[in-house]
């Protein structure tokens, strides 16, 4: 069954490894599919035009290595390279698709359970000598919750990759639009954005902040919101009508920043850049809290 986190401001829902997504992109250890805040639901999904919701994104569900998985470049065809927090995946072609679904085998998970956190642990095999041990910690405080990850490498190789948070956020279930206000505490900088779709110009870039002048009905997408500088990284989100707010922090720098999103959801991604030599450990933590506005 989930696992849930409750008390008198805030209700989580998180699916256990084994439980409904169980694809190839997100990470399992910790799946967070819902937030409620004073009751009202905060979190979206990925897509609405599709039947089966345990393919789809949720929530707070993040990935490592969307670009490319470790050990996908050495591994041969029909060989077998990492996706972390969630197995060992056949490699079917040259190139690495976050999107296909692949064949898994899943590693090794462990979860601990309480009742204002769940600890979950991913211990992998090794594969053409990349291993590792990943622990994640979601814990529940009064209006905020935090996610905090120790990672391990226990292989003979190199581990480069990244993780970020998808945070598929929809604010009392309300289609993006004008009523909502995202803020950034770094300035943007459209000239420098890798990729810029908007196709409808619905979306407005302001100098630390995106707003809307309607409900954007085709995708909009948005990379390198830093203009590749390393800076102090979160985001605000705001819905002026409902008057409720959310927000992240992290304990990391970052130069890649990117926003997705469509008229049911939008998602700020701050992306964490790891590098870690064998027998080394890397920290890192994310907070998000929750707030009413005045």
């Known amino acids: 069954m989930p696992h849930i986190l409750k ?3 805030l209700e989580i829902l998180i699916d256990l490894p084994f439980e409904n997504y169980c694809l190839a992109r997100f990470d399992w250890t910790g799946k967070i599919v819902s937030l409620k805040f004073q009751n009202v639901r905060l979190a979206g999904i990925e897509r609405t035009d599709v039947a089966n919701e345990n393919i ?3 929530g707070f569900y993040n990935e490592f290595g969307i670009d490319t998985a470790l050990g996908f470049e050495e591994a041969a065809i029909g060989g077998w390279f990492h996706k972390i927090g969630v197995g060992v995946c056949k490699k079917v072609d040259s190139k690495y698709n976050f999107m296909k679904h692949y064949e898994i085998k ?3 998970f462990q979860t601990i359970a309480e009742d204002n956190r769940i600890v979950i642990t991913c211990k992998s095999e090794s594969v053409n000598g990349y291993a590792y041990s990943l622990r994640k ?3 529940l405080q009064e209006s905020s919750f935090g996610i905090a990850y120790f990672l391990e490498n226990t292989g003979e ?3 480069r990759t990244d993780e970020y948070v998808h945070n598929f956020l929809a604010l009392n279930h309300e289609p993006i639009g004008s009523d909502y206000v995202l803020n950034f ?17 619905k979306v407005i870039i302001g100098d630390n902040s995106i707003k809307f002048n309607g409900v954007p009905e085709k995708e909009f997408f948005f990379s390198n919101l830093t203009g590749g500088e390393n800076v102090d990284v979160g985001w ?6 409902t008057k409720i707010g959310i927000r992240e922090t992290t304990s990391f720098q970052s130069s890649k920043v990117n926003v997705w999103g469509w008229r049911h959801v939008i ?3 701050l992306f964490f850049k790891i590098f870690l030599k064998p027998g080394k450990t890397i920290e890192w933590s994310r907070n998000y809290s929750m707030y009413r506005l005045l």
């Open 7 to 9: 008390n008198k401001n």
């Open 56 to 58: 789809l994104g949720k």
């Open 106 to 108: 899943p590693a090794n």
């Open 137 to 139: 910690k979601i814990e």
């Open 157 to 159: 190789r190199d581990i």
């Open 185 to 201: 505490p770094f300035a943007l900088k459209p000239e420098l954005f890798v990729e810029k779709v908007n196709p409808e110009s």
């Open 236 to 241: 605000k989100l705001s819905h002026l009508s």
């Open 267 to 269: 998602s700020p991604e």
